[in-house]
């Protein structure tokens, strides 16, 4: 999966040898290679690939999907990441492979909490997870970065700097990393008070202080803040408060004959999640008991798959714990990779477990996966996390080109981390050596892809208008 043996007792290759190879791999790709988009003549209706991937999610909730994505074109290619996967698999790679987030956009970059209590900043979505080219998700946070910042009014040569100064730290990141042990790259990390530190001669006094406000109030958005927000008492029982249609209490959703089939189902479901758990963190979950739950919408491209969040309590109503219970469809990456079908993972929650402790620095103590049928007789795949842990993002609409080349070039050292730890390091940061070239590849494969998520964008909006797609706005 990741380009090197796993076993223990395999020596590694050299590392001159992988530096090598590194380097030959630019002869084959040459830096301006990738600047290059697809050709169109082939290319899929992105319409269509996004009413495919619509087939299997809770219908009524598609058009919410539809209408989040028409947003703006920046929202939109949220929600395209099958689009731009099918794209990517169009363009050129250097056949150095590492475990992929898939959707490596600046909006699924953030802060959360550590186990122990450390407010940290990494990729924070692993539904698309998958083993793959890691060109694909530098192009995805490059495309990204221009897409936001075209959004954001900034001119050509703004928008140049940000994807710029978030691909160079990609490259001199993965270029520190090849030099480090092992243990030193696992154990890295974006701790957000060194972060801070770093940022400090970067930005001015002023956005310094909006950056630790920002801060300060990822670490009131914990559990304890959902659990106010998101419950009440009714008839003297804690239970999460309807706000149709992105929150439905299970009470709201199904009638009573079906009530208590459905909570059974989800009993079963944790039953089995809590079997992927660690012993002490199986026994922690222990300590809490089934109260109330209700379906949630989430994000913009997952808008449609199924989501739970259930909410428990420990000693007492107010030792709450909320978990989000997510269904893992297939990555949009896997029809792409040639070696798709054969990577290895029992199941699609599993996948998107075992890419999310593979390269998030370290992950949220629930942590799980369950494959069970459903009440429909339909057997799916979910992944089990908590619903709020200090987490915290960046308002993309808010950034100026300053604070959003601070923040690229933090996303880029964070994504080459995340590769480090399951590629060739080595030999990725031997393919980038030689200067900038690839950097401003890849500004001008941003540039372009920006271009034609404005087509796509428009594409989308003229098939809700013809009637091709259905769209709920303003949800």
């Given amino acids: 999966m990741t380009g090197r043996k796993a076993s223990a007792t395999a020596p590694a290759q050299d590392p001159a040898a992988r530096l090598k190879a590194g380097k030959a791999a630019r002869r084959a790709v040459p830096f301006e290679a990738h600047a290059e988009l697809p050709a169109a003549a082939?290319?899929?209706?992105?319409?269509?690939?996004?009413?495919?991937?619509?087939?299997?999610?809770?219908?009524?909730?598609?058009?919410?999907?539809?209408?989040?994505?028409?947003?703006?074109?920046?929202?939109?290619?949220?929600?395209?990441?099958?689009?731009?996967?099918?794209?990517?698999?169009?363009?050129?790679?250097?056949?150095?492979?590492?475990?992929l987030c898939g959707d490596a956009h600046l909006s699924n970059f953030g802060a959360f909490a550590s186990p122990e209590r450390r407010l940290v900043f990494d990729i924070n979505d692993?539904?698309?997870?998958?083993?793959?080219?890691?060109?694909w998700d530098v192009k995805r946070l490059a495309a990204s970065l221009a897409v936001a910042a075209r959004g954001n009014g900034f001119r050509r040569k703004e928008r140049a700097a940000v994807v710029a100064g978030a691909?160079?730290?990609?490259?001199?990141?993965?270029?520190?990393?090849?030099?480090?042990?092992?243990?030193?790259?696992?154990?890295?990390?974006?701790?957000?008070?060194?972060?801070?530190?770093?940022?400090?001669?970067?930005?001015?006094?002023?956005?310094?202080?909006?950056?630790?406000?920002?801060?300060?109030?990822?670490?009131?958005?914990?559990s304890m803040q959902a659990f106010r927000k998101m419950t009440a008492m009714v008839d003297g029982h804690r239970r999460i408060v309807a706000d149709p249609p992105l929150i439905v209490p299970i009470d709201d959703l199904l009638p009573d004959e079906k009530r208590a089939e459905f909570e059974q189902w989800i009993r079963q479901v944790l039953d089995g999640y809590a079997e992927t758990l660690s012993p002490d963190r199986r026994h922690l979950l222990g300590a809490f008991q089934f109260v109330d739950l209700a379906r949630k919408v989430v994000g913009v491209g997952s808008v449609g798959t199924r989501c739970w969040v259930v909410l428990?309590?420990?000693?007492?109503?107010?030792?709450?714990?909320?978990?989000?219970?997510?269904?893992?469809?297939?990555?949009?990456?896997?029809?792409?990779?040639?070696?798709?079908?054969?990577?290895g993972y029992p199941s699609e929650g599993q996948?998107?477990?075992?890419?999310?402790?593979?390269?998030?620095?370290?992950?949220?103590?629930?942590?799980?996966?369950?494959?069970?049928?459903?009440?429909?007789?339909?057997?799916r795949d979910f992944y089990v996390r908590q619903l709020r842990d200090w987490k915290g993002s960046a308002v993309v609409e808010a950034m100026d080109p300053e604070g959003m080349q601070a923040y690229a070039a933090l996303c880029g050292w964070t994504l080459a981390r995340a590769h480090a730890r399951t590629g060739d390091r080595i030999a990725i940061a031997g393919y980038l050596t030689g200067g900038a070239g690839f950097d401003q590849a890849l500004v001008e494969f941003a540039e372009r892809y920006a271009d034609l998520n404005e087509r796509d964008f428009q594409t989308l909006a003229a098939?809700?208008?013809?009637?091709?797609?259905?769209?709920?706005?303003?949800?």
């Avoid at 520190?176 to 001015?204: C, G, I, P």
């Avoid at 996948?351 to 494959?371: E, H, K, N, Y």
Wanted: hydrophobic share 40%; net charge neutral; glycine share 8%.
């Fill in 42 to 99: 082939d290319r899929p209706d992105p319409v269509e690939l996004l009413i495919e991937q619509g087939a299997t999610r809770v219908p009524e909730l598609v058009p919410i999907r539809y209408g989040r994505m028409l947003v703006s074109p920046f929202t939109f290619f949220r929600g395209a990441a099958a689009v731009m996967a099918a794209d990517l698999a169009r363009t050129p790679a250097t056949g150095l492979n590492c475990q």
């Fill in 126 to 135: 692993f539904d698309e997870t998958y083993p793959g080219p890691w060109e």
């Fill in 167 to 222: 691909v160079s730290r990609y490259r001199q990141a993965m270029s520190e990393f090849a030099e480090q042990r092992e243990l030193d790259v696992w154990y890295a990390r974006a701790d957000l008070d060194e972060v801070n530190v770093l940022l400090r001669d970067q930005m001015s006094k002023a956005k310094r202080k909006r950056l630790e406000q920002a801060q300060a109030k990822a670490r009131t958005r914990d």
């Fill in 312 to 343: 428990l309590s420990g000693r007492d109503p107010d030792d709450p714990l909320l978990l989000q219970v997510k269904e893992a469809p297939p990555s949009v990456l896997a029809a792409h990779v040639p070696d798709g079908k054969a990577a």
């Fill in 351 to 379: 996948r998107v477990v075992t890419g999310q402790r593979l390269m998030q620095a370290v992950s949220d103590i629930f942590l799980g996966w369950q494959t069970i049928e459903g009440v429909d007789g339909r057997t």
């Fill in 463 to 475: 098939a809700g208008k013809a009637g091709r797609i259905p769209v709920h706005s303003g949800v």
